[in-house]
Nanobody, 126 residues
Framework: AQLVESGGGLVQAGGSLRLSCVASGFDFDDYAIGWFRQAPGKERGERGGVSCIRTSDGTTYYADSVKGRFTISRDNAKNTVYLQMNSLKPEDTAVYYC?????????????????WGQGTQVTVSS
């Protein structure tokens, strides 16, 4: 399984970005894909869960810190999961990773147990 993230960049507070995670090497329709982030100065084991989506039925989960601002979606025809990030804040600055394919996806931690992508940097200036 392979995951490739893209879409990061530098944006001012209040701005928007859309991240993409293209998956390959597994049946995209049957798993859960998660977005996590590693803030500056944090270790790999401290990556925080942001959101998760079950590709089979579109069920979604969000961390409280991003609810109402971020939207996760998927395009099964393109094997791609998106993370639309609006109203960005400086504290959203991090390297964003996607993770999969997760067998379960009933809550965010279950969406971070498989393969990681290489990450994409998001920097929000104040």
């Amino acid at each position: 399984a392979q995951l490739v993230e893209s879409g990061g960049g530098l944006v001012q507070a209040g701005g928007s970005l859309r991240l993409s995670c293209v998956a390959s090497g597994f049946d995209f329709d049957d798993y859960a894909i998660g977005w996590f982030r590693q803030a500056p100065g944090k270790e790999r084991g401290e990556r925080g869960g942001v959101s998760c989506i079950r590709t089979s039925d579109g069920t979604t989960y969000y961390a409280d810190s991003v609810k109402g601002r971020f939207t996760i979606s998927r395009d099964n025809a393109k094997n791609t999961v998106y993370l639309q990030m609006n109203s960005l804040k400086p504290e959203d600055t991090a390297v964003y990773y996607c993770n999969g394919p997760n067998l379960l996806g009933n809550y965010i931690p279950q969406c971070g147990r498989k393969n990681w992508g290489q990450g994409t940097q998001v920097t929000v200036s104040s």
